[in-house]
């Protein structure tokens, strides 16, 4: 943290450029499902794929980066994965400004590690990935390594019952803040960690900054999930006033005009951001 | 636990059932790396898929289960995908006995999970998938209401640096076996749980079984991974002599005769387990 000289462009500068272009921190998830998208993209070859490039074109003028989640791809198996990739390779063309996050929570032995980082950062082209912190430091080498990319750990999930095991506690410490503290101290040697902060809990996320000094935290769960967008900003921005990545998914893209929505939280976001 | 008023078969049954077919606990992984597979293979239009049949073919005498790890097929992305798929269709077509075990490790909110669920248990129809505690029960709910399926929970992995996070103490006891507990009263109402233990850590195989009743582990890191028979088969089978999946990936499908090898692990497991 904080080491400005820097031979190339991190992640986290990438996205802290794009912010500055935009004025905006927000993140939209495309978690496309196809049951839930119109006829009009459902009846086409590459239906997820349509359904984005459309809400790629709606929002990306308050967006400053995009989070598919593989399992809404996945689900349809080879062909899902073959339109995150057309998804993926049309950000990169046109908005290559935009930070892309593959939202995979992976985490494996190291060995196994490896094949995920070049599937997802080197085969599909992401800037980023969500991972799992349970198998711990070591096997997350093969992301860790990369400095041309961020690793998302997650830290403290959105889900309701996210405390059964992130609550638990070490010597007085919830195993949520235990992690935020390795992750700051231990594995962010390469300055390209993130952590995964649930907006439905503003408290843990005033915590974790204070932990954490500048790093982003990735914060999924307004809209749909509920997270409430003041107190999160309030509590989570940093001292630049950035350092948050603030997802929004099936609000903005089920929305009758996901431009609109995209906008409206993009400026929620601000009124709050105090920069 | 212990229920033997079944509707129909669990896959714990079927996997007992190939057991005693076999006189067999060993498991192998399909971790297909194209870029250690025979030229006659990697020269086809699907070298997984027909490194895989002909592994099948040599081992499938000696195995109760083959554990693909997804990673190897995502890293070939939408063709990679199609190569499982064809060989979760050659099992199912060829010996439906034998079960099958997506190693995934997926963990992710509720709603997303419901997609990976999808994916994997219907889509590639796999019997049971490897998860993640991190993000607690009610998320995992999509795989734990599947009582046509196992759901196997990351406990205490095989991984050299596994301690940093799973070793944690709550409470004067160890996460890993925090979880174990966790999973054997709360997570398993459907009877459909098991456990993945690191055969590299015997000691802590032993303390599980007696946390965990007759649950079956599964157990992978032998071979190359170093972990070592004679233990973990000693310390961790149950009261019927079965109770672990034994997994040998590497060791077993780049060896140059994989099936007299697959035999030599069937016969040392064997050799310890005392039935």
């Not at 490896?114 to 080498?141: C, N, R, W």
């Not at 992690?179 to 996320?205: D, F, R």
């Not at 989570?236 to 609000?251: C, E, M, P, T, W």
Request: glycine share 6%.
């Amino acid at each position: 943290m904080g080491n400005t000289q820097r031979l190339s462009m991190t992640i986290v500068d990438k996205y802290n450029t794009r912010v500055e272009q935009t004025n905006s921190l927000l993140c939209v998830g495309l978690d496309t499902d196809v049951a839930r998208i119109p006829d009009n993209f459902r009846n086409t070859k590459f239906p997820r794929f349509e359904f984005n490039r459309y809400i790629i074109e709606q929002t990306h003028t308050f967006v400053s980066a995009y989070k598919p989640n593989m399992a809404f791809y996945e689900n349809n198996g080879a062909s899902g994965w073959h339109e995150l990739s057309l998804t993926i390779e049309y950000l990169r063309a046109n908005y290559p400004d935009i930070v892309t996050i593959c939202d995979a929570k992976r985490g494996d032995i190291e060995n196994t590690n490896a094949q995920y980082a070049h599937a997802i950062f080197d085969e599909l082209g992401f800037d980023a990935i969500t991972v799992s912190p349970y198998m711990g430091k070591q096997s997350l080498e093969p992301f860790l390594e990369r400095k041309d990319k961020a690793v998302i750990v997650l830290c403290r999930t959105s889900n309701d019952g996210a405390g059964e095991i992130q609550d638990l506690h070490i010597d007085g410490t919830p195993l949520w803040e235990f992690i935020a503290t390795k992750v700051v101290q231990e594995w962010n040697t390469h300055n390209n960690c993130m952590l995964v902060m649930g907006a439905t809990y503003p408290s843990e996320i005033q915590r974790v900054r204070r932990l954490v000094g500048e790093m982003t935290l990735l914060v999924p769960g307004i809209g749909t999930q509920g997270g409430q967008i003041e107190p999160i900003v309030v509590a989570g921005v940093n001292h630049l006033y950035k350092g948050l990545i603030i997802n929004a998914s099936r609000s903005v893209i089920y929305a009758d005009n996901p431009a609109q929505e995209a906008q409206r939280f993009r400026d929620k976001i601000n009124a709050h951001r105090g920069a």
